[in-house]
Nanobody, 126 residues
């Protein structure tokens, strides 16, 4: 079983920055893609960013492209989401996910991912 634990969420003013971390433990995680999703109150969970097991390529939703950066440290089994120029509409619970890619794997769909963390709250005040 792969276990994921997010950290780094909090309250920040608009224009500020936060760095989320996702620590992965359990069985060997080599070969796993990592992703970040978010869910705001009353809204569907939405894709934010993804990174392959080899740390390239990366993918982003249009709403965060140019502001957020996903990265990983395979030696530490940790994925990161650097969030800059935060906006009030970025307020949500952010969750990390892991998956061993398969034929037809669509990283933008939450149902495609195998393992999830509990999530961490990010609140951006105006």
């Amino acid at each position: 079983q792969v276990r994921l634990a997010e950290s780094g969420g909090g309250l920040v003013q608009a224009g500020g920055s936060l760095r989320l971390s996702c620590s992965v433990s359990g069985r060997a995680v080599s070969g796993y893609a990592m992703g970040w999703f978010r869910q705001a109150p009353g809204k569907e969970r939405e894709f934010v960013a993804a990174i392959s097991a080899t740390l390239e390529p990366t993918s982003y939703s249009d709403s965060v492209k140019g502001r957020f950066t996903i990265s990983g440290d395979n030696a530490k089994n940790t994925a990161f989401l650097e969030m800059n120029s935060l906006k009030p509409e970025d307020t949500a619970v952010y969750s990390c996910a892991a998956a061993l890619p398969y034929r037809g794997f669509d990283y933008s769909r939450s149902a495609a991912w195998h393992f999830w963390g509990q999530g961490t709250q990010v609140t951006v005040s105006s």
